[in-house]
Every structure is written in structure tokens, then in C-alpha cells.
């Protein structure tokens, strides 16, 4: 079983920046998959970001490319997707997601999400 949990979500204005961390608890291999989703109101879930636990090219969304960079910290089994040039739209609910298949599309851990407001 994995535990994710994130923080690092809050209130920022338009134009700012935010570091969420997703720290990871329970057995992670090299093989697993990790991912940033978010939801806004009356909206679906969409894909963020993923990276591979063993490092390799992430993949990001088109809607967040050049302003968002996801990465992992193995000593400290943290995943981190740091934010910039926010922008009102970005206001949604942030989750992490692990995926023990290493499949980028398909997640089996979720944590309980943390808000990012985006003010403008």
C-alpha cells in the first residue's frame, strides 16, 4: 500500500507561484508512476504532470507547459510540482496520484488533494 499526501496549495494572485509536495509513504519502485492531477469546480479531473520514479523526461499538460515543473526528491520520497505564472484558470483542487503499473494513464493511489486559489 502507498500513502500520499499533499500540501503546499493556498492562495496566490495571478502572475504567482506555488511549490506543491506530495509526500509518499509505503514501498515506491523505480518502475511506478507519478502524477499531478487537478479539478476545478463543475469540471473533470485532468492530468498535470507525471514523472517516472527512476527519473526520466516527465510529461506535462499542453495547458500548463513552460509553467509548471515536476520533480522527485527519492531520499525523501517526495514528488514536488512547482507552479509559476499562475493564472486564475489554475484555481482547482490538486491531487497526487501514484501509478504501481507505471502506466502513465492509469493511477492506483490518490491523495485527498489540496486547494490552489489563483486570484486575479
Known amino acids: 500500500q502507498v500513502q500520499l499526501v499533499e500540501s503546499g496549495g493556498g492562495l496566490v494572485q495571478a502572475g504567482g507561484s506555488l511549490r506543491l509536495s506530495c509526500a509518499a509513504s509505503g514501498r515506491i519502485f523505480g518502475t511506478y508512476v507519478m502524477g499531478w492531477f487537478r479539478q476545478a469546480p463543475g469540471k473533470e479531473r485532468e492530468f498535470v504532470a507525471a514523472?517516472?520514479?527512476?527519473?526520466?523526461?516527465?510529461a506535462y499538460a499542453t495547458s500548463v507547459k513552460g509553467r509548471v515543473t515536476i520533480s522527485r526528491d527519492n531520499a525523501k520520497n517526495t514528488v514536488y510540482l512547482q507552479m509559476n505564472s499562475l493564472k486564475p484558470e489554475d484555481t482547482a483542487v490538486y491531487y497526487c496520484?501514484?501509478?504501481?503499473?507505471?502506466?502513465?494513464?492509469?493511477?492506483?493511489?490518490w491523495g485527498q488533494g489540496t486547494q490552489v486559489t489563483v486570484s486575479s
Open positions: 496520484a501514484a501509478s504501481a503499473r507505471g502506466n502513465w494513464r492509469e493511477y492506483d493511489y
Open positions: 514523472i517516472r520514479w527512476s527519473g526520466g523526461s516527465p
